[in-house]
């Protein structure tokens, strides 16, 4: 079973980074929702549900094998990928290179106001260089934070290109449970070199503590 897996906990991180971005704008995202999300990463689509809360979310995504959930938190530099079907729960560093997506700088160029999939939101223009590469591309956020769709292109110093895709659909503003964004109890801790073999996919190792 070989899939994309790495890179869609690396994109699916995203948007605590680009959440961040904007609290240095607007403030804290001052809303919890739930929405249909879609990636797209070099022409493969991903399409899962996600649930926010101010700090902290939770992505769900169908894989051939496997249903992962992802658990993302606010200033944290680690995250957790959870594996219903076996019980189990993976601890994995956020990749340093979408530092460059937490950046306050990205959102300098407001280029408009647009609708999208009924939400007003603000567009702006992407052009930010990290040590690893080149973020090109159009940012379309919400009043309240939300990154309602994202069209960017990411070059890194040795010239490969990914192109990125993301959308909210069906967005639902209101409170979550916060169960939602708990690691079920009794779920063992597998380390990522051990998961690695389940998965198709090799993790970084979260920080020591």
Request: proline letters at 7%; glycine letters at 8%.
């Amino acid at each position: 079973m070989r899939v994309r897996f790495r890179l869609i906990a690396i994109l699916l991180a995203m948007l605590s980074p680009i959440t961040a971005a904007a609290l240095a704008e607007k403030g804290d995202a001052r809303v919890g929702f739930s929405a249909e999300r879609v990636l797209v990463i070099d022409g493969q689509n991903y399409t899962g549900k996600m649930w926010h809360m101010p700090g902290e979310q939770r992505h769900e995504q169908a894989l051939p094998a496997l249903r992962p959930v992802f658990i993302l938190r606010a200033g944290s530099a680690v995250a957790d990928a959870i594996l219903p079907q076996l019980h189990t729960v993976v601890e994995f560093a956020v990749p340093k290179e979408l530092s460059l997506l937490g950046d306050p700088n990205l959102l300098r160029q407001p280029v408009g106001e647009e609708t999208v999939n009924d939400i007003a939101t603000t567009k702006y223009a992407v052009d930010e260089n990290s040590p690893s590469g080149r973020a090109t591309g159009v940012l379309w956020l919400s009043q309240d934070g939300i990154p309602m769709r994202c069209d960017a292109k990411f070059v890194v110093k040795n010239g490969k290109a990914s192109t990125i895709h993301w959308e909210l659909r069906h967005v639902e503003i209101g409170r979550q449970d916060a169960a939602l964004f708990e690691v079920p109890q009794g779920y063992a801790k597998l380390s990522p070199e051990a998961a690695a073999p389940l998965l198709g996919m090799r993790l970084a190792r979260p920080p020591s503590h």
